[in-house]
């Protein structure tokens, strides 16, 4: 299988006797870092995940990026390490307070503590024309908040998506709450890719998509 396209900025390194996915910049989670670089953890990210898993995500370094469900920052941070600004949303305060301390060395990364189901909150703060919305919110109705954020991308943006089963429906099958929640994507996107990131991520299914 070939080698996935990695967005500059993202590099294999030789970390820990492995090569890993990794980005430059501070530490964030505990992870292992040689020579400034940081290895990305995909089994703790599901961008991570996805770029191990060869989706093709469109991301090239430098984007402008949405990222809804910021938590704690262990994804986000390494988006910011490579891309442009990166509007970074999170509603629950105390993993916020993780997430500033995140964003302390990164001056390209901008917490906003705000509920991502409500995006007219923050719309005026995010740029339009957005080049990426990485999305990984585990709540009910996560198809939903994507077709709301829809409004900041770029035409030829792209939407990056973990839907995570058991968030929307503990007693449904993954394969079913899967089909119901692209449904609803296609409403505002069209589907690019969907895979399974159960090698990292029990019960979640990336999507790659772009705004109709």
Same mark, same amino acid.
């Given at each position: @299988? =070939?080698?996935?396209?990695?967005?500059?900025?993202?590099?294999?390194?030789?970390?820990?006797?492995?090569?890993?996915l990794a980005?430059?910049?501070?530490?964030? *989670?505990?992870?292992?870092?040689?020579?400034?670089?940081?290895?990305?953890?995909?089994?703790? =990210?599901?961008?991570?995940? @996805?770029?191990?898993?060869?989706?093709?995500?469109?991301?090239?370094?430098?984007?402008t990026?949405?990222y809804?469900?910021?938590? =704690?920052?262990?994804?986000? =941070?390494?988006?910011?390490?490579?891309?442009?600004?990166?509007?970074?949303?999170?509603?629950?305060?105390?993993?916020?307070r993780?997430?500033?301390?995140?964003?302390?060395?990164?001056?390209?990364?901008?917490?906003?503590?705000?509920?991502a189901?409500?995006?007219?909150t *923050?719309?005026?703060?995010?740029?339009s024309?957005?080049?990426?919305? !990485?999305?990984? !919110?585990?709540? /009910?109705?996560?198809?939903?908040?994507?077709? /709301?954020?829809?409004?900041?991308?770029?035409?030829?943006?792209?939407l990056?998506?973990?839907?995570?089963?058991?968030?929307?429906?503990?007693?449904?099958?993954?394969?079913? !709450?899967?089909?119901?929640?692209?449904? /609803?994507?296609?409403?505002?996107?069209?589907?690019?890719?969907?895979?399974?990131?159960? /090698? *990292?991520?029990?019960?979640?299914?990336?999507? !790659?998509a772009?705004?109709?």
């Amino acid at each position: @299988m =070939s080698e996935p396209t990695l967005p500059n900025g993202v590099e294999r390194q030789e970390i820990d006797g492995e090569r890993r996915l990794a980005t430059r910049g501070e530490p964030v *989670y505990g992870e292992p870092t040689a020579d400034g670089w940081r290895a990305w953890d995909p089994e703790r =990210s599901k961008l991570g995940g @996805m770029l191990e898993l060869g989706l093709e995500t469109g991301l090239a370094g430098g984007e402008t990026v949405l990222y809804l469900g910021a938590a =704690s920052g262990t994804t986000v =941070s390494h988006v910011a390490d490579f891309a442009g600004p990166t509007y970074a949303v999170e509603f629950a305060p105390r993993p916020a307070r993780d997430l500033l301390d995140a964003a302390e060395p990164r001056d390209r990364l901008f917490p906003l503590l705000k509920d991502a189901r409500k995006p007219e909150t *923050y719309a005026h703060v995010v740029e339009s024309d957005v080049d990426a919305v !990485v999305q990984d !919110v585990a709540t /009910r109705g996560q198809a939903e908040v994507a077709v /709301r954020n829809a409004r900041f991308l770029a035409d030829d943006g792209r939407l990056l998506l973990a839907i995570k089963a058991r968030s929307e429906d503990v007693t449904a099958a993954p394969a079913d !709450v899967f089909d119901g929640a692209l449904d /609803r994507l296609r409403e505002a996107y069209e589907i690019l890719e969907t895979r399974r990131l159960d /090698r *990292y991520h029990e019960d979640h299914l990336g999507v !790659v998509a772009t705004p109709k």
